[in-house]
């Protein structure tokens, strides 16, 4: 009902239930009590784990030489250096047994940057990483063993949904949550914040590190993107598109020059994907739950998280990629 399908083109929107909710309005999604809004955020992170269950290392390289071609470098490897320096900054106590959760482990970035940037929790501290894909866990464990950043005694992971891992932790046993290019993967960030704030002691610390831009907040920002992609048939499928949405190609997305910054990059990087993408992997599908940097702020806040840095933005004039520090109240 709600996938966005366009036939022979190399750009594939998905669904926009997987955008942000507090915009799921301009979409035109709709429900009416907090049962329905449920079932729809379910299929919203359904629609997440399909698509990254397909995922493979061949897809994750298009999308590292998609970002190169786009002048963003290597995106996620700035994210991580970043995310690491501020956990530096924070001047952790080397107590024993300090707890340490990374969101979206992947195959183990973001916890070598912390490490490498705080060595003193090599002995001392407890690491967990979580990520739904268990060979990316196992390649972790291995990188972190060669690495001697930290030893198999005081490391722990867990396969499966940071939402679950957020309910299963024990509360108030956690000093410091990273998460580098992992929340955006949320259409509703609620449950979320207020499953970090559960796990976090008080006064402990969270590092994000995230994509943010406004791109995929109106379907307006969808038809100018893919207005610079051809493929047969396209005039006809974007005329749907506008009547489908109610909406032409005209109106304002962006909130502030950073973020329009933002947007241009993002849809630099999807031009640039379009041109390199592998046909014989499963695409990457555009709509993400990417967002201003200011609504994770407010959303923090609502849940006893307080910024205490940030957005620390990377590239200069834009909020692409930003860094925030927050600590629990």
């Known amino acids: 009902m709600h996938e966005i399908e366009l036939s022979g083109c190399p750009l594939q929107p998905g669904t926009p239930l997987k955008v942000s909710t507090k915009a799921w309005g301009n979409w035109g999604i709709e429900w009416q009590n907090d049962t329905e809004f449920q079932e729809l955020v379910n299929k919203s992170e359904e629609a997440y784990d399909q698509e990254w269950t397909s995922t ?20 996620n490897k700035r994210l991580n250096d970043a995310v690491g320096t501020e956990v530096g900054k924070i001047g952790l106590n080397a107590k024993e047994n300090l707890c340490v959760v990374d969101l979206g482990a992947g195959s183990g970035d973001t916890t070598m ?52 891992a957020l309910q299963s932790l024990p509360a108030g046993s956690v000093d410091l949550v990273v998460a580098n290019a992992a929340l955006h993967h949320h259409a509703f960030l609620n449950p979320v914040f207020q499953g970090i704030a559960r796990i976090l002691r008080p006064g402990g610390w969270l590092v994000i590190g ?90 923090l806040a609502e849940c006893g998280i307080r910024v205490r840095r940030g957005p620390i933005r990377l590239l200069p004039g834009s909020e692409l990629l930003s860094v925030l520090v927050a600590q629990k109240e």
């Open 56 to 75: 493979s290392g061949k897809g994750l390289r298009d999308i590292a030489r998609a970002a190169e071609m786009a002048g963003l470098g290597d995106a």
């Open 113 to 164: 940057a912390v490490l490498r940037s705080a060595p003193q929790l090599k002995e001392n501290g407890r690491f967990c990483l979580v990520d739904p894909a268990k060979s990316s866990l196992q390649e972790a464990r291995s990188r972190l063993a060669k690495s001697g950043l930290i030893g198999e005694k005081n490391l722990e992971v867990i396969s499966g949904k940071d939402l679950d």
């Open 210 to 299: 995230d994509w943010h831009c406004t791109m995929w907040l109106k379907p307006i920002g969808v038809l100018k993107l893919l207005d610079g992609v051809e493929w047969p048939g396209k005039a006809k499928q974007l005329a749907a598109l506008r009547d489908r949405f109610r909406t032409s190609d005209s109106g304002i997305l962006s909130s502030s020059p950073e973020l329009a910054i933002a947007d241009q990059q993002i849809g630099k990087f999807w031009l640039s994907y379009a041109q390199v993408k592998d046909p014989s992997n499963p695409p990457f599908l555009m709509l993400e739950g990417h967002r201003p940097a200011g609504e994770y702020v407010s959303e």
